[in-house]
């Protein structure tokens, strides 16, 4: 904001042939972003499909038919389940692992830089290794614990077939989740702690704060803000990511894993059915606004 | 020179100490991060036998190391083109958000625009509507512009979220901007758009350089798009065509995939860690500086 007062803007054409270059911008985001949107709501109300370019109005028989399907229910289920025990385990891990990184020690810019891959990676590209450590026959994790003698061998009743158990699918691809997402919580909490003034927290000690009042009076309050975008962010990711379950199961064995976004792909493009799945994918909005809402009311306290 | 009196073996122990434990404690996080890719790497090198035998110790070769799986993706699939298809996508791309997103970033942190701030965030709000809403009306958008089967249609799906990112992280580049210079070189004679041009864009060098950074690997980070648009063999990128392609049915050539994973995986993630704190500060809006 420096200088501001000094700048009372230069000759009215210059400014005018400029005025339009956000305008530009705006307009592509909102011709591929918002006009999609607005199409999305008007697919989801049609009878829409890939054979028949036609699409007829048909109110809101597309919502009223998922709402009908045993396998919505079981998706929006599956997604629920999979965003919370997903949060829960990766601030558990993201939070240790923060304050580990908080520290001064030799060797941190290494250490951090190794622990961010997961998260770097492209996800389609890591998701594979993952399938290969979950190998019905061959897989890595299985050899480890069948070594620690965790479980029994290969053909018995003891050896887990992570990704063929409806049991055990969903779990193994909650896994993947946290383990690509965890480094993301544990850098946008740093980020956040090292925002705070030590003079802060200084000043509280002089005060005579316990270290625990200190985190939860002076340190949580200065970082709620980040902690939110961030907690959004990947709620956001989380919920709207279908890579990690497609590639790994499809939604399967018998829908233990399908997701709204998976069922959404499936019906959408597979079966062709695009009113129907573009219904399915909106049901996501009223899990997001909250999200989106919050994220606009952070941002705008951005500071420069 | 209170730290030349101290005894300094204890100080020293003491360090070593606190690293040791540190690093003991860090230790499986790090594990944790790093083994798939490890894992990724091995297999990739080894002959086929070795990966298929479970009482061997399966972290270290049994059978002396190979590059036939990489020989296989190079001679007998579309790998080549997969790799070459990124780099276009992703210069098209990156090329189509400079130009929207660096005026557009100008513009709205300089210029006192009515509504600025709130054009600026309405933008950076859009790289939150996801993919998976998106995608089927994208998909009769890029069929009636008769993109459908070619990695064109990803050059105009894609400026979607790297447009709103970048403008973002622009605006925040040219706020740091001091007025003075861009005064000065008016002052020297350069209209508003030659200020811009000389004096403005050079000093922002580094966060166009990112932009075109993040429009690269955020189009790495794609999924869906890719396999909701594009199903010829040859026009896909890698992130799409590598577990696409190279799965079929059952039968899994791990060797191989690891490798197509490992050899664009890894170069993109590096990258990205790079300019991963510019990723953050992104989002959250610079709150952490």
Redesign the interface.
């Given at each position: 904001m420096t200088g501001s007062s000094l700048h009372g803007g230069p000759d009215p054409m210059a400014r005018a042939a400029v005025v339009s270059v956000p305008a530009r911008a705006a307009l592509y985001v909102l011709l591929l972003v918002g006009a999609p949107f607005l199409f999305s709501l008007y697919l989801a109300v049609s009878d829409a499909n890939v054979g028949e370019p036609i699409a007829h109005f048909v109110g809101l028989e597309n919502f009223k038919a998922a709402l009908e399907m045993d396998v919505f229910w079981i998706s929006l289920r599956n997604s629920v389940v999979f965003l919370v025990v997903a949060a829960v385990l990766k601030s558990l891990l993201g939070t240790s692992l923060a304050f580990l990184l908080l520290q001064d020690f030799k060797g941190k810019k290494l250490i951090r830089g190794l622990v961010v891959i997961p998260f770097t990676l492209p996800i389609a590209i890591s998701v594979l290794s993952w399938k290969w450590m979950y190998d019905s026959q061959f897989s890595v994790i299985n050899w480890v614990l069948s070594r620690m003698g965790l479980i029994g061998q290969f053909g018995t009743e003891g050896w887990p077939i992570w990704l063929g158990d409806p049991k055990l699918a969903l779990v193994a691809c909650i896994l993947v989740n946290v383990w690509r997402t965890f480094p993301f919580s544990a850098i946008v909490l740093l980020a956040g702690f090292t925002s705070v003034p030590v003079e802060v927290i200084d000043a509280a000690k002089v005060d005579g704060c316990s270290f625990f009042q200190r985190f939860r009076h002076v340190v949580v309050p200065m970082i709620f803000p980040i902690l939110m975008i961030g907690f959004l962010f990947d709620t956001v990711f989380t919920l709207s990511d279908l890579s990690v379950v497609y590639l790994l199961t499809q939604g399967g064995p018998a829908n233990a894993t399908k997701i709204l976004p998976v069922l959404a792909y499936q019906i959408g493009i597979q079966a062709g059915s695009l009113g129907r799945g573009a219904a399915i994918a909106l049901f996501l909005v009223p899990l997001l606004i909250p999200a989106l809402i919050l994220v606009l009311r952070n941002l705008k306290r951005r500071e420069y | 020179m209170a730290r030349a009196m101290a005894p300094p073996m204890t100080q020293r122990r003491k360090s070593i100490r606190?690293?040791l434990l540190?690093?003991a404690?860090?230790t499986p996080?790090?594990v944790?991060?790093?083994f798939?890719?490890y894992?990724?790497a091995i297999?990739a090198f080894k002959q086929d036998p070795d990966?298929?035998r479970?009482e061997h110790f399966?972290f270290w070769f049994n059978l002396a190391p190979t590059l036939r799986n990489f020989k296989i993706l190079f001679y007998q699939t579309h790998y080549g083109d997969w790799i070459w298809n990124t780099f276009t996508i992703s210069a098209w791309v990156a090329l189509i958000t400079l130009v929207?997103?660096v005026?557009?970033g100008?513009?709205?942190a300089r210029?006192?625009?009515p509504g600025?701030?709130n054009?600026g965030?309405?933008?950076?709000?859009?790289y939150?509507?996801?993919?998976?809403?998106?995608?089927?009306?994208?998909?009769?958008?890029v069929a009636e512009l008769g993109l459908q089967d070619s990695w064109w249609a990803l050059v105009?799906?894609y400026?979607?979220f790297t447009?709103?990112f970048c403008?973002w992280l622009l605006m925040?580049f040219f706020?740091?901007v001091?007025?003075?210079i861009e005064?000065a070189a008016?002052v020297d004679g350069c209209?508003?758009?030659g200020a811009f041009l000389r004096v403005i864009l050079p000093i922002s060098l580094p966060g166009v350089l990112t932009s075109v950074i993040f429009a690269f690997?955020l189009s790495?980070?794609d999924?869906?798009y890719g396999?909701?648009f594009v199903s010829p063999g040859d026009q896909k990128p890698?992130?799409?065509g590598?577990?696409t392609e190279l799965i079929r049915g059952d039968i899994?050539y791990?060797g191989s995939?690891?490798g197509a994973?490992l050899l664009?995986?890894?170069p993109?993630?590096?990258l990205?860690?790079f300019f991963?704190?510019r990723f953050?500060?992104g989002?959250?809006?610079?709150?952490?500086?």
């Amino acid at each position: 904001m420096t200088g501001s007062s000094l700048h009372g803007g230069p000759d009215p054409m210059a400014r005018a042939a400029v005025v339009s270059v956000p305008a530009r911008a705006a307009l592509y985001v909102l011709l591929l972003v918002g006009a999609p949107f607005l199409f999305s709501l008007y697919l989801a109300v049609s009878d829409a499909n890939v054979g028949e370019p036609i699409a007829h109005f048909v109110g809101l028989e597309n919502f009223k038919a998922a709402l009908e399907m045993d396998v919505f229910w079981i998706s929006l289920r599956n997604s629920v389940v999979f965003l919370v025990v997903a949060a829960v385990l990766k601030s558990l891990l993201g939070t240790s692992l923060a304050f580990l990184l908080l520290q001064d020690f030799k060797g941190k810019k290494l250490i951090r830089g190794l622990v961010v891959i997961p998260f770097t990676l492209p996800i389609a590209i890591s998701v594979l290794s993952w399938k290969w450590m979950y190998d019905s026959q061959f897989s890595v994790i299985n050899w480890v614990l069948s070594r620690m003698g965790l479980i029994g061998q290969f053909g018995t009743e003891g050896w887990p077939i992570w990704l063929g158990d409806p049991k055990l699918a969903l779990v193994a691809c909650i896994l993947v989740n946290v383990w690509r997402t965890f480094p993301f919580s544990a850098i946008v909490l740093l980020a956040g702690f090292t925002s705070v003034p030590v003079e802060v927290i200084d000043a509280a000690k002089v005060d005579g704060c316990s270290f625990f009042q200190r985190f939860r009076h002076v340190v949580v309050p200065m970082i709620f803000p980040i902690l939110m975008i961030g907690f959004l962010f990947d709620t956001v990711f989380t919920l709207s990511d279908l890579s990690v379950v497609y590639l790994l199961t499809q939604g399967g064995p018998a829908n233990a894993t399908k997701i709204l976004p998976v069922l959404a792909y499936q019906i959408g493009i597979q079966a062709g059915s695009l009113g129907r799945g573009a219904a399915i994918a909106l049901f996501l909005v009223p899990l997001l606004i909250p999200a989106l809402i919050l994220v606009l009311r952070n941002l705008k306290r951005r500071e420069y | 020179m209170a730290r030349a009196m101290a005894p300094p073996m204890t100080q020293r122990r003491k360090s070593i100490r606190r690293h040791l434990l540190i690093y003991a404690a860090i230790t499986p996080y790090v594990v944790i991060a790093v083994f798939p890719i490890y894992w990724m790497a091995i297999t990739a090198f080894k002959q086929d036998p070795d990966l298929y035998r479970m009482e061997h110790f399966p972290f270290w070769f049994n059978l002396a190391p190979t590059l036939r799986n990489f020989k296989i993706l190079f001679y007998q699939t579309h790998y080549g083109d997969w790799i070459w298809n990124t780099f276009t996508i992703s210069a098209w791309v990156a090329l189509i958000t400079l130009v929207t997103a660096v005026p557009a970033g100008y513009a709205l942190a300089r210029l006192k625009l009515p509504g600025a701030e709130n054009t600026g965030i309405a933008i950076f709000l859009t790289y939150l509507v996801p993919p998976i809403i998106l995608f089927l009306p994208l998909s009769r958008i890029v069929a009636e512009l008769g993109l459908q089967d070619s990695w064109w249609a990803l050059v105009v799906v894609y400026p979607t979220f790297t447009i709103p990112f970048c403008t973002w992280l622009l605006m925040g580049f040219f706020k740091t901007v001091p007025m003075e210079i861009e005064e000065a070189a008016r002052v020297d004679g350069c209209g508003q758009a030659g200020a811009f041009l000389r004096v403005i864009l050079p000093i922002s060098l580094p966060g166009v350089l990112t932009s075109v950074i993040f429009a690269f690997t955020l189009s790495m980070q794609d999924f869906l798009y890719g396999l909701a648009f594009v199903s010829p063999g040859d026009q896909k990128p890698v992130p799409v065509g590598v577990p696409t392609e190279l799965i079929r049915g059952d039968i899994y050539y791990w060797g191989s995939l690891m490798g197509a994973a490992l050899l664009v995986g890894l170069p993109v993630a590096i990258l990205y860690n790079f300019f991963l704190d510019r990723f953050i500060q992104g989002i959250t809006g610079g709150i952490g500086k």
